[in-house]
């Protein structure tokens, strides 16, 4: 792929389909890249809607969980995706930033033996949900339901990032609960921004630190003791993680073995049991 006049070529050298949003404004430079989750139940349907005046918003480019692309406005036209915003003293980054789409369902809720999307009332399979707390949840909130995003979703993200970050000199990635903490959600947690931002820095080989734990261990949905432990707990003592982020002394970590039969567990720990690799 390439980028030729603020517009997203495939490999074939044909155009990505290109749906005009009339939800944009003037041109701009773009900086950063934010990256969201529709909330909706197909990339279609989502395109359809940021393509409806009456939305008010819409991002550059919709991604589909088959890895599917549509382009929506010319990366240095200025669309209405952060909203109300602010970045390291900056407000409002529609002016200065491009915003990606993934379609992916967001925030589910439990009902009986299924998870319902609130926005859609599609449900989903235990398979493709991950339990959570958001990172900026408050201490003691609940974990709740995030969407699973696809492999190839993500591979087609990271493939399209690179360019924008080649292209444009972008400073930064970010999510919109980043530039907007408390009023949305998006990409959560599900999203693997962590590796996902590295690997668009050129960092990927030393942004995540990887220990061990030093004895048995429980890893949490949130940061405290008040959170509830995951399947798959305690962790015995050798086994390897990866430092995620950190919230003073507690660690989102995600463990790189498999302890209890249970595969890719994500969540936090005390760093006083980790001792680096």
Not at 56 to 66: C, F, P, Q, S, T
Not at 79 to 93: D, P
Not at 195 to 223: C, I, K, W
Request: hydrophobic share 40%.
């Amino acid at each position: 792929m390439k980028i030729q006049n603020h517009r997203l070529i495939a490999d074939d050298g044909k155009p990505v389909s290109y749906v005009e949003t009339p939800n944009k404004s003037g041109v701009m430079t773009p900086e950063f890249l934010i990256m969201h989750y529709t909330a909706g139940s197909s990339a279609e349907g989502s395109v359809a809607w940021m393509c409806n005046p009456a939305a008010k918003a819409a991002a550059h480019l919709v991604i589909g969980r088959d890895g599917s692309l549509t382009q929506l406005a010319a990366f240095n036209r200025v669309a209405w995706h952060a909203g109300k915003s602010e970045w390291a003293g900056r407000s409002g980054l529609n002016g200065f930033s491009i915003g990606i789409e993934l379609d992916n369902a967001g925030k589910l809720e439990r009902s009986g033996n299924r998870w319902i999307s609130a926005v859609s009332k599609r449900a989903y399979p235990d398979d493709d949900v991950m339990v959570a707390n958001h990172k900026n949840d408050r201490s003691g909130t609940p974990p709740i339901g995030w969407h699973e995003y696809s492999e190839v979703q993500l591979e087609a993200a990271a493939q399209v990032g690179l360019l924008l970050m080649e292209k444009y000199s972008l400073k930064d990635v970010l999510g919109h609960e980043d530039i907007a903490p408390g009023r949305k959600t998006d990409p959560g947690p599900a999203f693997p921004m962590a590796s996902f931002r590295a690997r668009l820095l050129g960092r990927a080989d030393d942004t995540m630190e990887h220990y061990v734990t030093s004895a048995v261990l429980n890893v949490r949905v949130g940061p405290g003791t008040e959170f509830i432990t995951l399947p798959g707990n305690p962790l015995p003592a050798g086994t390897r993680v990866a430092v995620l982020e950190q919230q003073g002394l507690w660690w989102r970590v995600d463990v790189l073995d498999t302890v209890n039969d249970v595969m890719d567990l994500v969540g936090w720990c005390h760093s006083r049991f980790l001792t680096k690799a």
